[in-house]
């Protein structure tokens, strides 16, 4: 950002925890209602932060570490002892030895960064699964009293449009390290065993969505300098800014439309946008394509859910780019079993026909195809080495990591029953849920993907009762209405008026 405003120092991301927990405090907490179920909501959201910022810094110190000489980060301390003259001279002009601040060693760096990335993936560990508890009881909340945000819409929408340049603006000017380009690098793998091991790396989706290069918004000072690209790399990464910026728009005005259509009060849909760019996740993750992607395709399937084809269109997508929406099916399937499966199931199943088609005019070979295909739906099984996160620190077998899977699993069947009535409130919360629930079992920084429910998390807070979008009510009879069927409730009382 300091290429373009004049003398502008970047905030640091934990300076701006501190600043965005006391905005979300005072824009949000109902004061007159300190025992609210709201209030708790925003203490659950305003806590993954201290986790996340852990996660974060670990990671950057690991990094860091990498990219230190050996010979001088080793010698480093030993530079002060060489020059014992140059000493200042304390009271009395008695000379006082001065403790050299020498640089941290590479092992003192990776020290520091593994302590911090293992207590940060703790933390979220453990509130992410008060989070799981509290969207899927969500069903049985009836109660929704109306409790707006504490600022005029007006207000809201323009901290909502300034948080929005800001933030896309570091991803304009974000420069990608080396570590963050190790995906485009591992695109150029040819041969069907270098291709495989990339795909089981960076876990199953669409392969030139998981290989995009990570464009980073802040950096410690250690990787400010640029990186050298070749050209085909800084066009891959001038595309990977555009869509992450068109990304990031597509959500936040997914966001404010499904509370302007669906829950019947703009000041919600700008409200949860607000609260959304406030979070200090969205300060360093922005230009993360595999985090903002799967989330906006997610906020459109649910804003389009009277329209099944489309919705199942939306759906398809994100599936195909993620995998883990597949486990969303059966809830969505169950919401439409009453009226609209056919052209959920038709938008669904074209789209990933679509996707699949793409891969294999893209694949030099058959079996290149055939591994990418098997990576976007997940066709392997759970590798048992190379994890990344809580899973790379403990318990570190698949003897621990499978029962996670196969409960979460059971769970995901579970909502094709449960609730027998499912209304949109529920396909929301749900939807969220389910979404944070299969990273306990994800191999790679799993429980750091919050943009995966946070946007679906955040309309479930701030919806109002919805238990009369039910697809009968809310869905058309579609292209295959049965001769002398009768008419659904909606249009009975469409009739009456």
């Known amino acids: 950002m300091r290429e373009i405003l004049f003398q502008y120092e970047s905030v640091n991301p934990t300076t701006w ?8 405090i005072g824009l949000y907490f109902k004061f007159n209602r300190v025992w609210s179920v709201r209030n708790l909501d925003i203490l659950l959201i305003i806590a993954l932060a201290p986790g996340l910022l852990m996660v974060y810094f670990g990671q950057q110190s690991i990094n860091v570490s990498a990219s230190l000489p050996s010979m001088a980060a080793e010698t480093a301390p030993l530079i002060p002892k060489l020059e014992p003259e140059i ?11 001065e403790e050299a601040v020498a640089p941290p060693t590479r092992q003192e760096m990776l020290q520091i960064g593994k302590t911090l990335e293992k207590a940060g993936y ?31 819409i007006g207000g809201m929408t323009f901290i909502t449009c300034a948080l929005f340049i800001f933030l896309m603006t570091n991803v304009i000017v974000g420069r990608p390290s080396d570590a963050d380009l190790r995906g485009v690098r591992e695109a150029s793998k040819s041969s069907p065993e270098e291709v495989e091991e990339s795909l089981r790396h960076f876990g199953p989706g669409y392969r030139m969505l998981l290989l995009v290069p990570r464009i980073p918004t802040y950096q410690m000072a250690q990787q400010d300098e640029p990186t050298d690209l070749e050209t085909t790399e800084k066009i891959t990464v001038i595309v990977t800014k555009t869509m992450a910026i068109l990304a990031n728009m597509a959500l936040i005005a997914g966001i404010i439309l499904v509370g302007y259509r669906h829950f019947d009060n703009i000041k919600m849909g700008v409200g ?63 919401y439409y079993w009453e009226r609209g499966r056919g052209r959920f199931l038709i938008g669904v199943v074209a789209t990933l026909v679509l996707l699949a088609l793409s891969l ?10 055939l591994n990418q295909f098997r990576a976007m739906f997940g066709l392997w099984l759970p590798r048992d080495e190379g994890y990344t996160g809580f899973w790379n620190y403990y318990f570190n077998s698949n003897a621990y990591r499978i029962p996670v899977l196969a409960a979460f699993a059971v769970v995901s069947i579970a909502f094709a029953i449960w609730p027998a009535q499912k209304n949109l409130g529920t396909l929301i919360s749900c939807t969220a849920g389910l979404m944070l629930a299969a990273q306990f079992w994800h191999a790679n920084d799993g429980t750091t993907y919050i943009a995966w429910y946070m946007p679906l998390m955040l309309l479930t807070i701030f919806r109002p009762n919805l238990e009369d979008r039910v697809a009968l009510r809310v869905i058309n009879e579609g292209w295959l209405k049965r001769p002398g069927q009768g008419a659904s409730p909606g249009d009975e009382e469409k009739q009456a008026a």
Request: hydrophobic share 55%.
């Open 87 to 97: 000493q200042p001279q304390g009271q009395g002009g008695v000379n006082v030895p």
């Open 17 to 24: 925890a501190y600043l965005s927990s006391l905005l979300v």
């Open 272 to 334: 949860a946008a607000m609260f959304y760019f406030l979070l200090p996740y969205a300060a360093v993750y922005t230009g993360r394509i595999d985090h903002v992607l799967p989330a906006a395709l997610l906020v459109w399937a649910i804003f389009f859910y009277r329209t099944p084809l489309v919705s199942g269109i939306f759906m398809g997508f994100a599936i195909g780019t993620l995998y883990y929406p597949l486990f969303l099916l059966p809830l969505w399937f169950s």
């Open 122 to 152: 703790v933390w979220l560990f453990c509130l992410s699964a008060l989070i799981v508890i509290r969207l899927f009881v969500d069903p049985t909340m009836v109660r929704r009293p109306m409790l707006e945000p504490n600022l005029t």
């Open 360 to 369: 294999a005019f893209t694949s030099s070979d058959f079996e290149t195809f």
